[in-house]
């Protein structure tokens, strides 16, 4: 997916007991991001279900052109809906582990998402 003209998100959902919270956004890849740079999120914290797949939902705008990376949309509306990434870290063990997200543009114009650090030491993995 190219990244050209256009700032992307990674939103996400929660389920609680009789309710869904609101929709949410993270900005990941801002409007105007250069190839060949990126951003992490060592400000924001993420539980990863390791052993299990999970599937991260991405949203496009041509009209947020404001957003900064790490940037939380609380509205959502007027955003596009792109197909969802799922990744998998493989484990023996199924188990919630703490990470944070980075994300790049490529010298091509791809983006490129993924997890720089666990709580447990470094590693990565890339989910697009």
Wanted: proline fraction near 5%.
């Amino acid at each position: 997916m190219a990244a050209t003209g256009r700032g992307w998100g990674l939103g996400g959902y929660w389920r609680g007991p009789g309710r869904r919270p609101p929709l949410k956004a993270l900005t990941v890849v801002p409007f105007g991001m250069e190839e060949g740079t990126g951003y992490e999120f060592t400000d924001r914290k993420f539980l990863l279900r390791v052993g299990k797949a999970a599937q991260f939902r991405f949203f496009q705008s041509s009209e947020r052109a404001g957003d900064a990376a790490g940037a939380l949309i609380e509205e959502i509306a007027g955003m596009d809906e792109l197909a969802p990434v799922e990744a998998q870290l493989p484990s023996e063990v199924q188990e919630n582990v703490a990470v944070t997200l980075a994300s790049a543009v490529t010298e091509t114009g791809c983006c490129s998402c993924g997890s720089w650090r666990g709580m447990g030491g470094g590693g990565s993995w890339s989910s697009m």
